[in-house]
């Protein structure tokens, strides 16, 4: 079972728009739209950012957006703030089992 | 909000068995629409899901795992376990529970996670 695939780092200035990719998500009908993506700051505990591809949990602002074509899943955060510094990972369901990505290091610069 | 906690020896030698337990602020683990997951994190690595189990026990494995680890509810109502036999030192990771809602398809409450080093 492969993990998904996405790139090790991508950065941004502050102010700007990045976009991370996920590739090697599902596109099964019943596991379509079971995209979500985590923020990660080390020592601490993964927090839920986007979930069902693009829905957001209460607190997560609107500057976090997701989308999907295919098997390709995206995180964009527009308006970069430091604290956005972290890793980001994906993950996608299959069949009742959870792939999660490699993780992007998001750098503010 | 619910609340999440892990607990468990913080050192294991190979080739014993893992036992982690955690432990939920509400008695969520037995009733309601959720599943539990346990996710770890090897030093310097990405997360790697373990499995999950539902309310009603049911539960899914990561295949890289399948025959070495079991995920059940715990001594009480407001418990979870984790079970892992035959652990090398490649087990080494923190781990964390999480709880996911039926039908989002992602875990919006974490533990904090609890270190487990397998070294002899």
């Known amino acids: 079972q492969s993990a998904l695939t996405q790139p090790p780092s991508a950065s941004g200035s502050p102010g700007q728009s990045v976009t991370i990719s996920c590739t090697g998500v599902?596109?099964?009908?019943?596991?379509?739209?079971?995209v979500s993506w985590y923020q990660h700051h080390p020592g601490k505990a993964p927090k839920l950012t986007l979930y069902?591809?693009?829905k957001r949990p209460a607190g997560v602002p609107a500057r976090f957006s997701g989308s999907k074509s295919g098997n390709v899943a995206s995180l964009t955060v527009s308006g970069l703030q430091a604290e956005d510094e972290a890793y980001y990972y994906c993950?996608?369901?299959?069949?009742?089992?959870?792939?999660f990505g490699g993780g992007t290091k998001l750098t503010v610069l | 909000q619910v609340q999440l906690q892990e607990s468990g020896p913080g050192l294991v030698r190979p080739p014993e068995t893992l036992s982690l337990t955690c432990n939920v602020s509400?008695?969520?683990?037995?009733?309601?629409?959720?599943?539990w997951h346990w996710v770890r994190q090897p030093a310097g690595k990405g997360l790697e899901w373990i499995g999950r189990?539902?309310?009603?026990?049911?539960?899914n494995y990561n295949p890289s795992l399948m025959g070495r680890v079991t995920i059940a509810r715990g001594a009480s109502a407001n418990q979870l376990s984790l079970k892992l036999t035959s652990v090398t030192a490649a087990d080494t990771a923190v781990y964390y529970c999480?709880?996911?809602?039926?039908?989002?398809?992602?875990?919006?409450?974490w533990g904090q996670g609890t270190l487990v080093t397998a070294s002899s």
């Open positions: 999480a709880r996911e809602t039926a039908g989002w398809g992602a875990c919006e409450f």
């Open positions: 509400d008695d969520s683990v037995s009733r309601g629409r959720y599943y």
């Open positions: 189990m539902y309310t009603t026990g049911t539960a």
């Open positions: 599902s596109t099964d009908a019943g596991d379509y739209n079971y």
């Open positions: 069902e591809v693009n």
């Open positions: 993950t996608s369901y299959t069949g009742g089992n959870k792939l």
